[in-house]
């Protein structure tokens, strides 16, 4: 159903951070001030847009598509470039638009002194367009379109401050990495337009039960190759080893990686393609073991880090987790609805991080803070609510509610071993997170911090912290799209463990580090092993880097270009034997072309 309102509209979502990064990447002499309204204005702009479709959207609550143009037609597949609206891309707008809008209101602060501040916002407006069009699309040929912009806009941002040769290595990590992921997820869409002749989501969704029975090989494989895709974008076991390192981006860079786009993409993506996971159990099984085992592992390292951003970075890793984890335990609802909460407490805690960051004079060990809260107030309240939200304070936070609805999803549905680790992983939250809290805020100052923070970098801050106390209570329209949570469990006990568990970890880091820290701990190998990730960048640098250099080595010569080599050379050769005909003399022309004319009339003759 289209309306009036409805159709001219949705394409703004979309078209005004676009176009503004066309402006911005295009117009070289852009002044400054023009830079901060168009880069933070176009965000605004869509969330404004959101804003009324939302409000349109509780009036009439259908879902529609419009129609653009069609991309291209061969014979059959006619892909379009349509944008699709229903309540779960519709909470997914409210995410990308909102908070966003808030990241570049804070980064137009946070870099206002870089002098490639023009081309900061042109990148961080196209993520945000590209993420937007991932959501939109309503075929994943599109979809796919946005997913490959959105590792592009990754790349550009994380090697941002390409002066330091390790965050261009950081950016070329992210890059290859989600890149073996993207490929298996091209693969699974080659696959499932083989076997269902189409790529449009809606038609996907009504024909695959008709076409394949529950459990079948087909979908199975198809639902896995997809999942390839989604542990890529959203840093899950096994492609998780890119997200810490993609800390050497500027701290907005990582707050809208990590609360409003590139790490939610997975989790969108297997949640709109729950029909298909849903005849594939086995899969489905894949993505909650997937999800409860990063979540655990993640969750450790982040108790082993130093790095102030490093701790968030495996933090985000493991909250993605627990949506993974609900994913497959059948708790859709829960998994978008901690999805929106997590955003929220998240993209504070970083923009928070930023803050401190800038006092402390781009200083990101937190063994070298302590003792800011009386010199960065709002940021230390801010790590406060964030850091509530993040390990699940009962009631208060936003955080409480979808996490509760997650673990409350992995009990009813007969998980009770996931269960398990989630509620592991709720202690361990609770202290890793106040560990940063204690160490960074109380105990005696270390250096000399100055807060400079504005306006600009303030107002965020305050939002995310009422979003994140008061973002549970939105509601989001996701009963006619995804399926409904398994239902709460008879007993209460499951939920008040959980909530004994974070509560444990809270209280165990006060106990440890309630007056901060005097010195860094003392280096173990469980600890380096837990700081470095458990190890996963060594291992596969031994399983893949280091046997491919040693192929580029033996292959030095390049036995491939030999060849190509070769069929260049015999080419010289002929043109430089040609050459030889061209003597300048007449006599030699005119035997030549009398030679040409009796082989020609003699060829006419015999044949």
């Known amino acids: 159903m289209t309306t009036a309102l409805e159709q001219p509209i949705l394409h703004w979502v979309v078209l005004l951070p676009l176009v503004s990064a066309a402006i911005l990447l295009l117009w070289t002499n852009v002044p400054r001030a023009l830079v901060t309204l168009l880069g933070i204005g176009s965000v605004a702009g869509a969330a404004g847009v959101t804003a009324l479709l939302a409000w349109h959207w509780a009036q009439d609550p259908q879902p529609y598509t419009q129609l653009l143009w069609n991309w291209v037609q061969l014979e059959s597949f006619t892909p379009r470039i349509a944008l699709y609206l229903d309540g779960l891309s519709l909470t997914m707008l409210g995410v990308i638009t909102g908070v966003g809008a808030l990241i570049h209101a804070y980064a137009s602060g946070y870099m206002r002194d870089d002098p490639r501040y023009r081309q900061f916002?042109?990148?961080?407006?196209?993520?945000?367009?590209?993420?937007?069009?991932?959501?939109?699309?309503?075929?994943?040929?599109?979809?796919?379109?946005?997913?490959?912009?959105?590792?592009?806009?990754?790349?550009?941002?994380?090697?941002?401050?390409?002066?330091?040769?390790?965050?261009?290595?950081?950016?070329?990590?992210?890059?290859?990495?989600?890149?073996?992921?993207?490929?298996?997820?091209?693969?699974?869409?080659?696959?499932?337009?083989?076997?269902?002749?189409?790529?449009?989501?809606?038609?996907?969704?009504?024909?695959?039960?008709?076409?394949?029975?529950?459990?079948?090989?087909?979908?199975?494989l198809i639902a896995l190759l997809i999942l390839g895709g989604a542990v890529g974008k959203s840093a899950q076991l096994p492609l998780q080893t890119w997200l810490p390192d993609a800390m050497a981006g500027p701290t907005p860079v990582s707050a809208l990686i990590h609360a409003a786009t590139m790490v939610t993409a997975g989790v969108y993506l297997v949640a709109r393609l729950n029909g298909l996971y849903l005849l594939a159990p086995d899969a489905l099984a894949v993505v909650g073991w997937i999800g409860a085992?990063?979540?655990?592992?993640?969750?450790?390292?982040?108790?082993?880090?130093?790095?102030?951003?490093?701790?968030?970075?495996?933090?985000?890793?493991?909250?993605?987790?627990?949506?993974?984890?609900?994913?497959?335990a059948g708790a859709w609802q829960?998994?978008?609805?901690?999805?929106?909460?997590?955003?929220?407490?998240?993209?504070?805690?970083?923009?928070?991080?930023?803050?401190?960051?800038?006092?402390?004079?781009?200083?990101?060990?937190?063994?070298?803070?302590?003792?800011?809260?009386?010199?960065?107030?709002?940021?230390?309240?801010?790590?406060?609510?964030?850091?509530?939200?993040?390990?699940?304070?009962?009631?208060?936070?936003?955080?409480?509610?979808?996490?509760?609805?997650?673990?409350?999803?992995?009990?009813?549905?007969?998980?009770?071993?996931?269960?398990?680790?989630?509620?592991?992983?709720?202690?361990?939250?609770?202290?890793?997170t106040f560990r940063l809290v204690f160490i960074v805020f109380f105990g005696a100052a270390r250096g000399h911090a100055h807060d400079e923070d504005g306006w600009r970098m303030r107002v965020p801050l305050v939002v995310l912290m009422l979003l994140s106390v008061a973002g549970g209570l939105i509601v989001q329209p996701l009963s006619a799209?995804?399926?409904?949570?398994?239902?709460?469990?008879?007993?209460?006990?499951?939920?008040?463990?959980?909530?004994?568990?974070?509560?444990?970890?809270?209280?165990?880091?006060?106990?440890?580090?309630?007056?901060?820290?005097?010195?860094?701990?003392?280096?173990?190998?469980?600890?380096?092993?837990?700081?470095?990730?458990?190890?996963?960048?060594?291992?596969y640098d031994r399983l893949f880097v280091r046997p491919l250099y040693a192929l580029a080595r033996i292959n030095r010569a390049d036995a491939v270009d030999q060849g190509y080599d070769q069929v260049a050379r015999s080419l010289m050769a002929l043109h430089r034997a040609s050459l030889k005909l061209q003597t300048g003399r007449l006599r030699w022309y005119a035997a030549a072309m009398a030679i040409g004319v009796v082989g020609l009339l003699g060829a006419a003759h015999w044949s």
Not at 153 to 182: H, M, Q
Not at 516 to 536: C, D, H, I
Request: glycine share 10%.
């Open 334 to 432: 829960a998994a978008i609805f901690h999805l929106m909460t997590h955003a929220f407490f998240k993209a504070l805690l970083f923009l928070a991080s930023g803050s401190v960051i800038l006092a402390c004079h781009h200083e990101q060990d937190i063994f070298r803070m302590g003792g800011l809260r009386r010199t960065l107030p709002l940021a230390f309240w801010s790590f406060v609510v964030g850091g509530a939200a993040l390990a699940a304070l009962p009631i208060v936070t936003a955080g409480f509610w979808s996490k509760e609805a997650i673990l409350a999803g992995a009990w009813s549905s007969g998980h009770r071993v996931w269960w398990g680790m989630g509620t592991a992983c709720a202690f361990l939250t609770g202290l890793y």
């Open 293 to 328: 085992l990063t979540l655990l592992l993640a969750g450790g390292a982040a108790l082993a880090q130093s790095d102030i951003k490093r701790v968030l970075a495996y933090s985000t890793m493991s909250q993605i987790g627990y949506m993974f984890m609900a994913l497959g």
């Open 121 to 220: 916002f042109a990148y961080m407006n196209l993520f945000v367009a590209m993420m937007l069009l991932l959501v939109l699309g309503d075929n994943l040929l599109l979809l796919y379109l946005g997913w490959e912009g959105v590792g592009l806009c990754s790349y550009l941002l994380i090697g941002f401050w390409n002066e330091d040769p390790a965050n261009g290595a950081a950016a070329r990590k992210a890059f290859i990495t989600t890149r073996v992921g993207d490929t298996a997820l091209a693969i699974g869409l080659f696959l499932l337009y083989r076997e269902l002749h189409t790529l449009d989501i809606a038609v996907i969704l009504a024909s695959a039960p008709q076409a394949w029975a529950t459990g079948s090989t087909t979908p199975t």
């Open 481 to 539: 799209v995804l399926p409904a949570n398994p239902q709460e469990p008879a007993s209460h006990w499951p939920e008040i463990l959980a909530i004994v568990a974070g509560i444990g970890g809270i209280l165990l880091a006060w106990r440890w580090y309630g007056h901060g820290a005097a010195a860094a701990p003392v280096e173990t190998p469980w600890r380096a092993l837990a700081r470095s990730g458990w190890g996963f960048d060594a291992l």
